[in-house]
């Protein structure tokens, strides 16, 4: 029995081994980049693993100089100069051009597991940068140069999708308010998308897939689409003095690590904050004042009404600091999330980017009506809009309490939610 009892603890500590290996770690910095062409925010939320092709020399390196992805560069530079030539005013001619199709995809594959080994510079970034930082979460427990495959998959994906909805009109997961800004009638756009194509493409491109990355990014801008990119760098601007006051608290004196406001968009263009936000900080200020968590997370971005100037996180901690005279280093801005959803997972990544302690429960303050949702059928929604769930509800408190448990799980990437991935 004692000898049964030792196998098991010794294959449970084999396996909690592996996977704190294959976890995401606190102590990792996301590379931002310095050298790209448009917003470098926008760009490594949405494609983490091209970002680290551009800014790591070695990887850079390697992948520059291999002679199939020196083809296949060159292969997408002439189908851009192609349709320069023969588009004109068809726009999904423009946009196929761009695109990585299937068998592109699946060429890049072939090469990468080719190249990869577990001591190269291909298993390095696996080992250093891709597990660590937990951009690609769902495919934590994939053996390395499968992990590295998905990694690309992904990438590609979310740039054919960007491109789909922000060229070709693709209706996105929310046409309401992240629909494309231009009408399929109007005579500029494929002018517009032509120059596009001629700005991203030429010989100072020396990697792939920077052409279609830019060209993605590209339409993005046109199309006035940078919320993903709003407030950043946050460490450093709105949220410099919070984090400060993380590094200096003891968690342990809180029954919460953080309190979480949901945010209510208005929908008329002249309403800075809605009655609903209002609410909702008044809750959660009650809970601060309680001394149940030292910080309140005030979560919402530029969504409602379309293409809105207003920023429910912006406007929700204005209120919080002028209004109800909450410490602005206590409150945490997260102005990107566009649904409930990602108001938690967006939470949860600010939690474990700033340091705090991920095994702690966080609380959920809002209205009556929408605490049954947020403990209910929010968590399938998350599973089956994100893949994955981001939090494990706890215990509801009261009408307009609810306690989560976080999960980094919430670090994966996004592909098709271009404007907070």
Known sequence: MRILVTILLFWLFIFQTKAQQNSADQSYQLIIGKSQLYNPYIQYKSYYLLTLIQELPDLRKAIAEDLVFQKLLKDKSSNAATALKTCAQNISCYADAMKFSEAEILLV???????????NVFGEVVKNHLLPSGCYSLFQDLPGQQLLIKAWEQDAKALNYAIEVYIEGKKPNYPKIDSIAFSSKDKE???????????????????FFEPSMNFALGALELNNRLEAADYEPMNTGVNQSAIAKIKKTNFKNYKYSVILVPGAGPEDRDTELSVGGMIRCRIAAI????????????SGGRVHPYKTKYSEAYEMKKFLVST?????????????????????????????RYGMPMEKLGLISTIKSTIPYIS???SDRCKKELGYYPYKIGQTLSDTEVEFYPNSM???????????P
Do not use: W
């Open 324 to 352: 109800l005279h909450i410490p602005e280093n206590s409150i945490i801005m997260e102005p990107h999330a566009r649904h409930t959803t990602t108001n938690l997972r967006n939470c949860i990544r600010l939690m474990f």
């Open 287 to 298: 809970q601060y004042h309680k001394g149940v968590a030292p910080f309140i997370v005030v």
């Open 189 to 207: 756009f494929p002018t517009f998308i032509s120059s596009n194509v001629s700005l991203n493409t030429g010989p100072d491109k020396k990697l």
């Open 376 to 378: 209910g059928i929010l």
């Open 410 to 420: 919430s670090l994966q990437i996004d592909f098709d939610e271009p404007l907070d």
């Open 109 to 119: 594959n072939e090469r990468l597991i080719t190249l990869y080994k577990k001591e």
